[in-house]
């Protein structure tokens, strides 16, 4: 294994782990090129690409992650290919398609990644895990409802006892169980799990890490659903401060806080419904797709 690249990949996560984006991608852009400049090793080229789609897909650049996941699969396409490797990639780019709503796309895809991965004797449970924590995501946003929940249900156990109750996999499974609350017309119900998932991605990543924002946004759709307005403007000004610094106003999340920042009104009485103010005075919720790394 290249050393240097592999450190250059540890120094790429560290960087996304404390929501230094722009160095991540940055490093990793390096890293890449030196790994085409010389004989380099394929395998880590692929996991390198695969890291920086997922940077790009966070950024909101989502054709440049399309253009570095299709050339990870261009790579896997030569034999000998790491059915894990395969996976992930498969993984992300569903991921990918659902950012961009591709729904059915989205769900082939994820499916046919878990397929990958399990069709193996032996393969990495908690990425399979992740997997269908991605796959239901996705069937929240099609309508498959009942899967999804069972999924959630099923990951979100594994997950607790494989890492304990404060992970960002646990927050992440959380936050796409609090949007199929929401969906199902429950919005007190969903503010519950929504609420879980901000502190805990608040207590492993910080106040101001770009993954909280799709939380911030889904649990400001659930005070609006119960009139505490002035929660929602709380919950997306913070989510616009960590969001307009790193990302074009085009970047879905943050079009929809814009959005639904214009429509509050210009006055809005003090108080709240239990939302907790921590760090900082599109029509629906987000669900969020998990990173899969290779």
């Known amino acids: ?29 390096a890293a890449i090129e030196a790994l085409d400049a010389g004989p380099g090793d394929r395998d880590l080229l692929v996991v390198m690409l695969n890291e920086l789609g997922m940077l790009f897909k966070y950024l909101g650049r989502l054709d440049e992650a399309e253009h570095l996941y299709e050339r990870s699969l261009s790579l896997l396409s030569t034999p000998p290919t790491r ?24 769900e082939r895809l994820a499916r046919v990644g878990i397929a990958v991965r399990t069709a193996q004797p032996r393969f ?3 990425a ?4 269908e924590a991605a796959l239901a995501a996705i069937l929240i946003d099609s309508g498959s409802w009942a ?8 990951c979100l156990d594994h997950q607790r006892r494989e890492y304990g109750s404060v992970h960002h996999e646990v927050a992440v499974t959380l936050h796409n169980l609090g949007s199929l609350l929401f969906r199902q017309g429950d919005a007190a119900a969903a503010s519950i799990p ?7 991605k608040v207590t492993c990543l910080g106040e101001d890490h ?13 005070c609006e659903a119960v009139g505490d307005l002035a929660s929602v403007r709380h919950l997306l000004t913070w989510a616009v401060s960590i ?20 429509r509050l009104p210009a006055e809005i009485p003090a108080g709240g419904n239990g939302v907790e103010r921590v760090g900082h005075d599109r029509t629906g919720v987000t669900n969020a797709s998990t990173r899969r790394d290779l």
């Open 1 to 29: 294994m290249d050393q240097k690249a592999d450190n250059a990949l540890h120094a790429v996560r560290r960087h996304a782990a404390e929501g230094d984006y722009a160095s991540a991608v940055s490093t990793a852009a």
């Open 210 to 222: 770009l993954d909280l924002t799709p939380t911030l946004y889904n649990l400001a759709s659930c």
């Open 147 to 154: 899967e999804a929940e069972r999924l959630l249900e099923s």
């Open 194 to 200: 929504l609420q879980e998932s901000l502190s805990i």
């Open 128 to 131: 399979l895990v992740a997997d």
């Open 83 to 106: 059915a894990g490797d395969l996976a992930a990639v498969l993984h992300n780019q569903a991921g990918l398609a659902h950012v961009k709503r591709d729904l059915g796309r989205a």
């Open 243 to 262: 969001l307009r610094p790193q990302v074009p106003s085009s970047q879905a999340t943050y079009a929809a806080c814009l959005r639904k920042l214009a």
């Open 124 to 126: 990495d449970g908690r």
